[in-house]
Structures are given as structure tokens and as C-alpha cells.
């Protein structure tokens, strides 16, 4: 494998597939500001660029989003992957897809059902989710009617350094720098932080797509997690920890998500059986990156 199209170029994802390809040697990865929706663009593209190997990121991904815009979601999503497909087989493109999904796309859990494996049906709750599930369901016949070598992934919660605030754990992250920094009073603005998540470092998460590229098998699902299974409230406290910072907590009934999954936790047993892939990062080192990451751009 020595050159690999990222969709997606502008989101948290993509800047660690870079540098872990770049880490590696020898693997050029290629990136475009296309819009996926453009089959006709990005069969141009591909043409010309010849990657051994694509992963599929671009993505609406915002949950919140989703409920207020559905049909930017499913546009994005759904028919931007169905445009990508189209291209591969414009292209002539003969090498392997990985289309990222989302751990989402399981719905609403029971405790009894965890840790949760991909046998388990999908029962998607937002649009966002049942965007993933439509996609990966166009990329399953395409891998049987096209004959498109397809892998797809089930990521869980990913966090790192580069993500937006718009997802928790940043946002805490950057809560408790603005108040390191004295920029805000040592209050915390929380939503529901009882609830638990299989939290994995986004460069453990990149790790595993490119051991998917090489060894997983076609037309399969994975599940991309640590499989460990921990409260909100327990990653706030490590952070303010880590960070030297005491503050309040405050709940606020705008952060609250309405029907929000109690506890979640999955599977990696497939990826790690097939692939020989396993989280290698340390939680505080993941939780330390990402304070440092905010201190960097609240100076």
C-alpha cells in the first residue's frame, strides 16, 4: 500500500491518518477539498491520483445537527458515499474501500447486551445513525454486486488532540483551560455525566483503519473501541486532575440529550482476532494531549 485518498480532509479524523502514514514511511496519503457528492469530480480525481486504498470520513457527524438538518445529514452521508462508489467503478479503482461508520448506529442498548458485537441488529435513533446504517448497506451490496472490495468500521467515541468542542470530552477540556487560564469562574457546564462510553484515542482509532487496509476481511464489519467502559463524570475528574484545576460542577438542562443511552461499551474481539490490532495509547496520556492541545490555542 503506498498511496491512500482520505475523504473527509477538513475534519478531526484526517490529520492523524496523515502523520500515522507519515510515521509508517512510505505510505502517501492524498486528500482533495472535493465535495463526495460530485461523482463526476471525484471519478476525475481517482483517475489521476490512482490510490491503492480509500477511507471513506467525509461526514455530517454532528448528532444535534442531524435532528435540525436531517436532509443535509442523509445528502452527506448517504448519497455522497453512493457518489463515491459510483466514481470507484467509473475510475476503474480496484483497490479497497474502508467506509467509516459509526458505533451509533446500534441504538438504544441494553446492559444486558454489553459488550456490544457487530451480530447485534443496528437500531438507529437519529438521523445521523440511520445515515451510517443506509451507507453501510450501499457499500455491502456494492461489495456484492460490483465486486468493490469493501471493509466497514464501527467506530466508537474517538478522542484526541484537534477535536472540536463540540463534542465532550474537548469541551471539558477546554472548559477547564479557560479556567487554568482565569478566562472564566471555576464552573464546569455539564450535561448528563452518568452515563458511561467506550472512549478510545483517535490515534489508536487511525491504527486500527489502516490494520483493516491491510488484514481485514472483505465485506466485513468491525467494531473500532477500546473496550473499556467509563462514566463522563470519571473523565471530567481525571481531567481536572491532570489539569491542577478545581471547579463545580453545574448540570444544564440545554446539555441534555433527549432518550440519551445510559451506558455503552463494545466489542473489539473481531479487529483484534483478524488484525491483530490493540489499543496502545494510555488513557492520561490521551486526557494530557488534549489539555495541552487546548492550552495551545487559548494563549
Known sequence: MQGVWVTGRGGFVAP???AHAQARGGIKVLSSDLDVRDRDAVATFLQAARPDAIVHLAAQSHVPASFADPRDTLDTNL????SVLQACRDAGF???????SSGDVYGLLDPTELPVRESRPARPRNPYAVSKVAAELLCWQWNITE?????IARPFN????????RFVVADFA?????????KREPVLHVGDIDV????CDVRDIVSAYFALLEKGRRGEIYNVCSGVERTVRSVIERLLSLAGVRADIVQESARLRRAEQRRVQADCSRLQNDTGWRAAIE??????DILDYWESQLK
Open 158 to 165: 474517538h478522542i484526541g488532540p484537534g477535536q472540536s468542542e
Open 16 to 18: 492523524h491518518i496523515a
Open 94 to 100: 480496484e483497490g479497497r474501500l474502508l467506509f467509516v
Open 79 to 82: 448519497m455522497g458515499t453512493l
Open 283 to 288: 488513557f492520561d496520556r490521551t486526557l494530557e
Open 196 to 199: 458511561t462510553r467506550d472512549f
Open 174 to 182: 477546554r472548559q477547564i483551560i479557560e479556567i487554568r487560564q482565569g
Open 147 to 151: 465486486g468493490l472490495d469493501v471493509v
